[in-house]
């Protein structure tokens, strides 16, 4: 919800079913922020959400999706879900957590777009394109809570895909948490870069892509795949459940905006808005 857009939106909403943007706390409760002391137990929270996004990363055309999941989670330890892939906080310590993380990008049709979870609009504007294959992407992640009241944090993922492309990702954010009443609200900006291999995967325009589709040849390099600003807001209903609202905007980087593909079919500008519902219970 790439972590295409849907992915970042999810994870790259993302999406992006590509970057960390929307991440667990606009999908469901918040259950990273569990007392020290909290006993260890698993956890299950049922969730879905409503998101309305670009059809592709880059896109003029807008996709409404209904995404379902389900997170698990043990204690503090391990969780798993599909926008949040499967991790381990295998080092925790003064607002530190670091360790290993696995997650899947969806890919991308060029019948539709990139949502497997869509119900409504896509686009045509990658006939001729191909399509990409769902990949999986391995590696880790560092987050760093920090400020008076450990109000502050950053995160930075780096995975490397294997299937659809082979490319590395690196997934950046840093969010401000606070209050609003009883609501927990959190936004800031985030930043997300891929290697040569991921951006001519989705950007790149050769040979056979140039004749079936008439754009011109390009090929595209490493750099920034986009930045901008996320944020959501998390509305408990109870102990259990919770409705959240939330949104992104982003500009991709030079590297896919410069794309034939951007420039003649679709916007440098991107933009998500969702809503949410999440139960929890535990096991």
Same mark, same amino acid.
């Given at each position: 919800m790439c972590k295409t857009?849907?992915?970042?939106?999810?994870?790259?909403?993302?999406?992006?079913?590509? %970057?960390?943007a929307l991440t667990q706390e606009t999908l469901a409760p918040e259950v990273r922020g569990r007392p020290a002391d909290a006993p260890d137990e698993w956890v299950v929270t049922l969730r879905g959400a409503l998101l309305l996004t670009p +059809? !592709?990363?880059g896109s003029n055309d807008a996709t409404l999706s209904l995404v379902p999941d389900v997170?698990?989670?043990?204690?503090?330890?391990?969780? %798993?879900?599909?926008? /949040?892939?499967?991790? !381990? =906080?295998?080092?925790?310590?003064? *607002? !530190?957590?670091?360790?290993?993380?696995?997650?899947?990008?969806?890919?991308?049709? /060029?019948?539709?777009g990139g949502s497997p979870f869509r119900i409504a609009g896509g686009s045509n504007d990658l006939l001729g394109m191909g399509d990409i294959d769902k990949s999986a992407e391995i590696g880790g992640?560092?987050?760093?809570?920090?400020? +008076?009241?450990?109000?502050w944090e950053a995160r930075v993922e780096v995975l490397k895909g294997l299937g659809g492309h082979d490319g590395v990702m690196a997934?950046?954010?840093?969010?401000?948490?606070?209050?609003?009443?009883?609501? =927990?609200?959190?936004?800031?900006?985030?930043? =997300?870069? %891929?290697? *040569?291999?991921?951006m001519d995967t989705y950007y790149g325009i050769d040979e056979e892509r140039s004749a079936n589709t008439g754009l011109a040849r390009y090929k595209a390099g490493g750099?920034?795949?986009?930045?901008?600003?996320?944020?959501?807001?998390?509305?408990?209903? =109870?102990?259990?459940?919770?409705?959240?609202?939330f949104g992104n905007v982003e500009y991709l980087g030079?590297?896919? +905006?410069?794309?034939?593909?951007?420039?003649?079919?679709?916007?440098?500008?991107?933009? +998500?808005?969702?809503?949410?519902y999440g139960y929890r219970f535990s096991l």
């Open positions: 857009f849907l992915t970042s939106a999810l994870l790259s909403a993302t999406a992006v079913l590509a %970057a960390p +059809a !592709w990363l997170r698990v989670q043990y204690g503090d330890e391990v969780f %798993a879900s599909i926008p /949040e892939g499967i991790g !381990w =906080n295998a080092i925790k310590a003064n *607002g !530190w957590k670091i360790g290993p993380l696995a997650k899947i990008r969806f890919g991308r049709s /060029e019948d539709s992640f560092v987050e760093k809570r920090f400020g +008076a009241n450990r109000e997934y950046s954010s840093l969010d401000y948490r606070t209050r609003w009443g009883s609501a =927990n609200m959190r936004f800031g900006p985030r930043l =997300n870069l %891929a290697s *040569g291999s991921f750099g920034v795949l986009s930045y901008g600003l996320g944020a959501n807001m998390v509305q408990p209903l =109870n102990r259990r459940s919770a409705i959240s609202v030079d590297e896919p +905006a410069d794309s034939p593909l951007v420039e003649e079919r679709g916007q440098r500008l991107q933009l +998500a808005l969702g809503v949410g």
